[in-house]
């Protein structure tokens, strides 16, 4: 069974930085991931994706500069560094796994093209 556990969230500064993290229960070796934020009211959308097999990554252009997806093969890990935090980055943030052999999600960050996901960890930012 495929398990993604946030952590890291919490309360933070107007630009001010926060990495959280996904611990996954499957190797995240040539794996497509995917960090994706929801706001109450809002539509989840997708932040930062990433394919660990060749380190290719994509970003939402609210967040490109600020933010950097990253893993840690040895420990099973996905990170989102943030830094630069606006009152609009406030959100749960979701973790999300996409284990097809031809994995298009990390470049669409589209929620349909992702079958696991995390509880997510919330993100708040104080002006």
């Known amino acids: 069974q495929v398990q993604l556990v946030e952590s890291g969230g919490g309360s933070v500064q107007a630009g001010g930085s926060l990495r959280v993290s996904c611990a996954a229960s499957i190797s995240t070796s040539s794996r497509c991931m995917a960090w994706f934020r929801q706001a109450p009211g809002k539509e989840r959308e997708g932040v930062a994706g990433?394919?660990?097999?060749?380190?290719?990554?994509r970003y939402a252009d609210s967040v490109k500069g600020r933010f950097t997806i990253s893993q840690d093969n040895a420990k099973n890990t996905l990170y989102l560094q943030m830094h630069s935090l606006k009152p609009g980055d406030p959100a749960m943030y979701y973790c999300?796994?996409?284990?097809?052999?031809?994995?298009?999600?990390?470049?669409?960050?589209?929620?349909?093209?992702?079958?696991?996901w995390g509880q997510g960890t919330q993100v708040t930012v104080s002006s």
């Open positions: 990433i394919y660990t097999g060749g380190g290719s990554t």
């Open positions: 999300a796994a996409d284990l097809r052999l031809r994995c298009p999600g990390w470049a669409t960050l589209r929620l349909t093209d992702f079958g696991y």
